[in-house]
């Protein structure tokens, strides 16, 4: 018999509560019940990237985190970023330099790049680099990626 755990916290500013069985991750919840797709399985080993969350302004690999580590706490993913109405400076800097190919990683790399310019507003490209460090892009497009980063950076400053 598995047992259910009660489980809140704020999802993208918003509050949320569910009933997960225990031993599912945040990765899971966020793509099941919660029904968000950003959030990405890649390799369930915390060593790709896709599945980043950003948990309390950090970034965490969410395929191995198990739900009830988000109780009370603040969770955002990437459809916490923006809207087609109004995107966040990252998405449109992502657009405008094709930063994207395939996608899958991208979800992942956007929220830890939010992180990033949250926590250094004016980073150089060790620190962009050193933050998407942890993410496994197999298109190629890693540079354009930085240049989107540094391109938000400036269009974010005063």
């Keep these: 018999m598995t047992t259910a755990l009660s489980v809140a916290f704020t999802l993208n500013g ?9 031993g599912m991750t945040l990765l899971q919840a966020l793509r099941g019940p919660l029904e968000l797709s950003g959030p990405r399985f890649g390799c369930g080993a915390e060593a790709c990237g896709c599945c980043m969350v950003a948990l309390d302004g950090e970034p ?7 739900v009830e580590a988000a109780r009370g706490r603040a969770v ?6 923006g ?8 998405q449109e800097a992502f657009l405008a330099e094709q930063a994207g190919q395939c996608g899958w990683c991208l979800s992942g790399i956007l ?3 939010a992180a990033l310019l949250r926590r ?5 490209e060790a620190a962009v680099r050193a933050a998407l460090e942890p993410h496994l892009c197999r298109c190629g ?6 240049r989107a980063v540094l391109r938000a950076a ?4 005063p």
């Design 141 to 146: 497009a890693q540079n354009r990626m930085l």
């Design 76 to 81: 955002e993913t990437v459809e916490g970023l």
């Design 120 to 124: 250094d507003p004016d980073p150089d």
């Design 154 to 157: 400036r269009a974010m400053r």
């Design 111 to 113: 929220v830890s790049a």
């Design 60 to 66: 965490r690999p969410s395929c191995t985190l198990p």
């Design 83 to 90: 809207s087609p109405e109004a995107p966040h400076p990252l």
């Design 14 to 22: 918003l509050p949320v509560a569910l009933e997960a069985p225990e």
